[in-house]
């Protein structure tokens, strides 16, 4: 069994920063992509931000020169440190990331359970 379990959200005001971190755990033989994706209320989940194993981000754009992903190999973390938040980043966020269990012969996409991030003055 793999877990990915999200810490860091809250309530924070406008121009304000948040970091979170998601760890994985479990059976894991390797992890390939790591990410995080939102929510805001009544509409579809987005990507905001990914990272390759080699250390290669991608962000949308409307998150570009604010929020910044990165990941420690050795603790299976991706965090997202989120500076000068506005209102309309509210949202649950969701870590994501495609890896490998002990046994299995391919990766697979694994889900946390999200974490709600409020901006609001």
């Known amino acids: 069994q793999v877990q990915l379990v999200e810490s860091g959200g809250g309530l924070v005001q406008p121009g304000g920063s948040l970091r979170l971190s998601c760890a994985a755990s479990?059976?894991?033989?390797?992890?390939?992509?790591m990410g995080w994706y939102r929510q805001a209320p009544g509409k579809q989940r987005e990507v905001a931000a990914t990272?390759?194993?080699?250390?290669?981000?991608n962000y949308a754009e409307s998150v570009k020169g604010r929020f910044t992903i990165s990941r420690d190999g050795a603790k299976n973390t991706v965090y997202l440190q989120m500076n000068s938040l506005k209102p309309e980043d509210t949202a649950v966020y969701y870590c994501?990331?495609?890896?490998?269990?002990?046994?299995?012969?391919?990766?697979?996409?694994?889900w946390g359970q999200g974490t709600q991030v409020t901006v609001s003055s």
């Open positions: 994501y990331a495609v890896l490998r269990g002990l046994g299995s012969h391919f990766g697979e996409d694994h």
């Open positions: 479990g059976s894991i033989f390797s992890i390939y992509d």
């Open positions: 990272i390759s194993s080699a250390g290669s981000a």
